[in-house]
C-alpha cells in the first residue's frame, strides 16, 4: 500500500491545502460578489418574510417600523409596529439564524467523516438533541442534572454522535459504508425514546411539542436570538480559522498529518462544534432536517471544495433558504401554519436519495 503523506507541491498536498480541483461554477474574485449577492438576497427574503402573514404589510411598512427601531425614532403606527418588531422580526431572525447553524453544522459534520452524505439528521445528531430538549421541556431542568435546554440538547447530541461514531468503526478504521446505517439506528432509537416521553407529558401540551419536533419558529421572541448568534458567529468563526486543515483532512488521516495537521485534535473539535450546533438550533427551533445535507452541497457545486470559500457560502445560504421555507409554511395552508420540517423532509429525501444513487456503491 502506497505511502500518502505527500510533500509539498504534489497533487495530494495541493488538493490537501485549497480547494480540490472539480467542477464548479464560481471561483477567483466572482467568490466574493456571489457572497455579495447573497448578502443581499437575505436581506431581501428577510423583508418579505416580515411583510409576509395572515395579514400581509407593505415592505415600505417594515422599512418605517424598522428603521424607527434602529434610529431610536418613535413608530408611526404602534399596530404595525407590535406585528412587524416584536412577532415577525424575531420570528424571520431566528429562521436565518438556524439556517446559517445547521448548513455550518452539516460542512462540519462532513468533514469530519468525509462523507457527503452527512448531516445532523440523517447521523441522528439532530434525534439525540431533540431528546434532550425534549426531556427539559417536559419535565424541567432536574431531568439531566439541572441543565437547560440548550445544555440537555448539547449533551445527548454529542452522546449520539459519538455512539454513531463508534459503532460506524471496524478495527480503529471508520468505515463509511456502516456510517449512514449506524446514524439512522442511533436517530431511530432517540426518536423512540422521545415518543416516551411525550406519553408521559399532560396531554394538553403534546400538541404544542409535537409541533416543536417538526421544527417550527412561530414564537420566537428577541430573546431567543442571543445565544444562538454568539455560538453561531465563535462556531462558524473557528472553522474558517480551519479551514485549511479540513481541506487537508478531506484528503485522508495520513496526507492531513504529513501536511502538519493534527488530526486527532481536528476531529475532535470538529465533533464538538457540530453538535453545538446543532444542540443550539435545536433548542430554539426543533427538529429541522436536510438543511445540513443540502445546502453544503450547493455551496460546494457554486464554489467548489475549499472550506474556507463552502463555509461562508453555506451560512448565507441556509440563511437564505430556511427564510424562504418559513415563508413557505406560513402561507402554503393559510390561516394555517405548517411545520417547517414538513418542507425541509419534503425536499431533503428526494435529494438525499439522488446522492445516494449517484454514489458509486453508496455512500464511501
Not at 212 to 229: F, T
Not at 322 to 350: K, Q, S, Y
Request: charged fraction near 10%; include cysteine.
Amino acid at each position: 500500500m502506497p505511502d500518502t503523506r505527500t510533500a509539498a507541491g504534489t497533487p495530494a498536498a495541493r488538493q490537501a491545502g485549497g480547494a480540490r480541483r472539480g467542477p464548479h461554477m464560481v471561483s477567483g474574485r466572482a467568490t466574493g460578489v456571489l457572497i455579495a449577492g447573497l448578502a443581499a438576497a437575505l436581506v431581501a427574503v428577510t423583508i418579505a418574510a416580515i411583510s409576509i402573514g395572515s395579514v400581509n404589510l407593505p415592505a415600505g411598512a417594515v422599512w418605517r417600523v424598522v428603521g424607527a427601531h434602529v434610529t431610536g425614532a418613535s413608530s408611526p403606527d404602534p399596530l404595525r409596529d407590535q406585528v412587524i418588531w416584536e412577532i415577525r422580526t424575531p420570528r424571520v431572525l431566528v429562521a436565518a439564524l438556524a439556517g446559517a447553524g445547521l448548513s455550518v453544522a452539516g460542512v462540519a459534520l462532513q468533514a469530519l467523516v468525509r462523507n457527503p452524505l452527512a448531516d445532523p439528521y440523517v447521523l441522528g445528531v439532530s434525534a439525540g438533541a431533540s431528546l434532550g430538549a425534549v426531556l427539559v421541556i417536559s419535565f424541567g431542568a432536574a431531568a439531566l442534572g439541572g441543565i437547560g435546554v440548550t445544555g440537555a440538547a448539547f449533551t445527548t447530541a454529542v452522546l449520539s454522535v459519538l455512539a454513531v461514531y463508534a459503532l460506524a468503526q471496524r478495527g480503529g478504521r471508520l468505515l463509511d459504508s456502516r456510517l449512514v446505517l449506524a446514524g439512522v439506528a442511533v436517530g431511530y432509537l432517540c426518536s423512540a425514546a422521545t415518543s416516551y416521553v411525550q406519553l408521559q407529558v399532560n396531554p394538553a401540551e403534546l400538541q404544542g411539542l409535537m409541533f416543536w419536533l417538526m421544527g417550527s419558529v412561530a414564537g420566537a421572541a428577541w430573546s431567543d436570538l442571543g445565544l444562538p448568534a454568539a455560538v453561531i458567529a465563535a462556531c462558524t468563526a473557528f472553522l474558517l480559522l480551519q479551514g485549511r486543515n479540513m481541506n487537508a483532512l478531506m484528503a485522508g488521516d495520513d496526507a492531513a498529518a504529513g501536511l502538519g495537521t493534527s488530526v486527532q485534535a481536528l476531529r475532535i473539535s470538529l465533533l464538538v462544534i457540530a453538535s453545538l450546533l446543532t444542540a443550539t438550533c435545536v433548542s430554539v427551533v426543533g427538529g429541522i432536517g436536510f438543511v445540513g445535507l443540502m445546502v453544503p452541497h450547493a455551496a460546494r457545486f457554486l464554489v467548489g471544495a475549499d472550506h474556507r470559500r463552502v463555509l461562508p457560502v453555506a451560512s448565507l445560504a441556509g440563511a437564505v433558504f430556511l427564510v424562504a421555507v418559513d415563508i413557505a409554511a406560513r402561507t402554503a395552508d393559510r390561516p394555517n401554519e405548517l411545520p417547517i420540517g414538513i418542507f425541509t423532509t419534503g425536499l431533503g429525501v428526494p435529494f438525499f436519495l439522488w446522492l445516494l444513487r449517484r454514489r458509486p456503491g453508496g455512500a464511501h
